[in-house]
Structures are given as structure tokens and as C-alpha cells.
């Protein structure tokens, strides 16, 4: 099967990528002292839909590979994913070693012991490639397996997941929560295209089911309301998000989202560096603390984290350098770029 050429699934991508950027500028201005109250809110909101979106999209264009063959799927996805994945822990771990500190992982770039662990047990936002990784494999392992066996599993553990029930690192939460996300887009391409056939009513019934969902996780103290709650809301959400962008893709906004949706790879993994030293020089330099200062400082770490990725990366293209940043050097992947 073809990989389906979608034009808003670029959007939702997009959408999913500045939801992140935003999230990580929340927590960056808080670690620096200048947090946002209605920031932090709005990050939390978002909790179920940033990363369900971005797996969603994943699993999508993910068939065509899932069904070729291990050694072609391990070089082109699997091996891939692990290679970027070991790179850039490294590559981060150097820059808050020597550039400016992680406020919000101490002992990244300070402690050895801690980056070998953090390779078992990521404790940073590179887990995203090692959880790719393991859903390529995972997906490829149970091919044979009835898929109305491998759903109630996968629901089951995105509820566990998104509970709390089990106390567990963030990283191994999220791949229990998102997993069947990145599944039912691999099998189910033309139930998603149906229903992104009538964008309005996936934004009229999916936009109030995520926003009470969502608030009902976020209030609750009970895990079994929590769970369930939080799955839902983030499948009504990808499914608002959805309709949002198949509506917007003839506009302006529609083409914004594509573009960064085209550039999601390096945004995700050097957008926390970038607004950390933009936060670090800030405060080096006495940026004001009051509300409009932190207003400009969020608009500055925003722009920073989603337009600097994109240049830097055009620039590593020009002097040579992404064959082996942002590709697998020692295969045919080389040769040309590899859209996440």
C-alpha cells in the first residue's frame, strides 16, 4: 500500500509540534522564574491531544513500511529511530554540559551515569524516537495477531498509562498511552479519511466531548475516572484537531501548520536548547519580570523554538552535515531526508 498523501496530516503534525513548543516554553519561563499562570493552564489542557496527535500522524504513513520486511524495516524505521535517538541524547547531554544547564533535568550534561541510564530510561523529550522505534517493532511483531485482540490491549494500557495508577518514568507511561494511537492510524488509513470527510462535525461533536473530558481527568483524584477520561478526551481531541485542519488547508494557517508539520524532526529535537539559552541569556541580561515582559519573553522563546530549528537545519544541509544529524549515515537513508 501507498503512504496516502495527505495534505492535513502535514497540519496535524504541525499542530502537534507548536503544542509541544509551548509546553516546554511553559516550563522553561516557570524553571527561570517567570512563569505564566494561564500558560501552565493552557499546557495542561492540552496534555491528551499534544503527542496522541503527533503518533496518530506517525502511524498514518507507517503501513507501507510495517509491511515490508524486518531487515528493510529495521534499516529505514526501526534502526533509524534508535540511531537519532542515541545521537541526540548525546548531542543534548554535551550542550547542557557545556552551554548553558537543563533546569529542568539537573544532571543532564552533568552526570555519565545518568545519560547511560537515561538511554534505558529516557528522562528527557528524546524519548519520542525511542518510542517510534518501539512501535514500529511492536506493530511489526503483532501482524498476525487479530487486531480486535491488539485494540482492547492497547486501550487498556493507554488507560493504565494515562491513570497513574502504576507509578512508572514519564517515558514509559507515554508509550503505554500512545501506542494505540500509532496502531489504529496503521490499520485503519481509510476509516481516518472517512471521517476526515466531515470536518465539521468531528469539530462540533470533538471540540466539547476533549474540553469537559479533559477538565473532568484534570479535577478528579480517582485513577479509574482519570484513565478513561483522559483516553477519551484525547481521541475526541485528535478527531477535533483533525476537522480543524482538513477546514483550515486551503488557508494561511493551514499552510503555517504543513510547513512546520514538513519540519517536525528538527524542531523536536533541538527546540528545548535553543529556548533554554534564550531563557539562560535572559536572565544573564535582567529581562524585567512583569506580566507584559513575560508575555514578550514567551512570544521570543516561542519563535525561537519553532524558527531556529528550521534554519539551523537548513544550514547543517548546506555545509553537509545532516547526512548523519538527522539521517542514518551508513544506509541508502542517507540519501535523502525521512519524514517523521
Not at 514500529?136 to 487479530?146: A, D, M
Not at 480543524?244 to 486551503?250: D, K
Request: aromatic share 16%.
Amino acid at each position: 500500500m501507498n503512504k496516502p498523501r495527505i495534505d492535513w496530516l502535514d497540519a496535524v503534525k504541525g499542530a502537534s509540534i507548536l503544542m509541544v513548543s509551548i509546553y516546554h516554553v511553559g516550563l522553561i519561563m516557570d524553571a527561570y522564574g517567570y512563569s505564566i499562570t494561564w500558560l501552565m493552564k493552557i499546557n495542561a489542557l492540552l496534555t491528551p491531544i499534544r503527542m496522541p496527535a503527533f503518533f496518530l500522524a506517525a502511524g498514518f504513513v507507517a503501513r507501507s513500511s510495517v509491511n515490508r520486511p524486518w531487515l528493510y524495516l529495521f534499516e529505514k524505521r526501526i534502526g533509524f529511530y534508535a540511531y537519532l535517538f542515541v545521537l541526540w541524547s548525546v548531542l543534548r547531554f554535551s550542550f547542557f554540559g557545556n552551554v548553558v544547564p537543563n533546569r529542568l533535568a539537573a544532571l543532564e550534561g552533568n552526570d555519565w551515569t545518568w545519560l547511560i541510564s537515561s538511554l534505558v530510561a529516557p528522562e528527557t523529550g528524546a524519548w519520542f524516537l525511542r518510542a517510534l522505534a518501539i512501535f514500529y517493532s511492536l506493530t511489526k511483531c503483532v501482524e498476525s495477531v487479530p487486531k480486535r485482540v491488539v485494540i482492547p490491549i492497547g486501550i487498556l494500557a493507554s488507560v493504565i498509562g494515562f491513570s497513574g495508577i502504576v507509578p512508572m518514568l514519564f517515558s514509559f507511561a507515554n508509550i503505554l498511552q500512545y501506542f494505540v494511537f500509532f496502531y489504529v492510524a496503521c490499520h485503519f488509513q481509510h476509516l481516518i479519511l472517512r471521517l476526515s470527510d466531515m470536518p465539521l462535525r468531528l469539530i462540533a461533536l470533538g471540540t466539547p466531548v476533549f474540553a469537559v473530558l479533559t477538565v473532568l481527568a484534570w479535577r478528579s483524584y480517582y485513577w479509574w475516572i482519570d484513565g478513561p477520561a483522559e483516553l477519551a478526551a484525547a481521541v475526541a481531541g485528535v478527531l477535533a484537531l483533525i476537522g480543524i485542519a482538513v477546514r483550515l488547508e486551503n488557508s494561511l494557517l493551514g499552510s503555517v501548520a504543513r510547513f512546520f508539520g514538513h519540519n517536525t524532526l528538527p524542531i523536536y529535537v533541538m527546540h528545548l536548547m535553543i529556548i533554554s539559552w534564550v531563557a539562560h541569556m535572559a536572565t544573564q541580561y535582567n529581562w524585567p519580570d512583569h506580566a507584559a515582559s513575560r508575555l514578550s519573553l514567551a512570544v521570543v522563546l516561542f519563535l525561537a523554538a519553532v524558527v531556529l530549528p528550521v534554519v539551523i537545519k537548513r544550514f547543517f544541509d548546506r555545509i553537509g552535515l545532516s547526512f548523519f544529524l538527522f539521517r542514518l549515515p551508513w544506509s541508502g537513508a542517507a540519501r535523502k531526508p525521512v519524514v517523521v
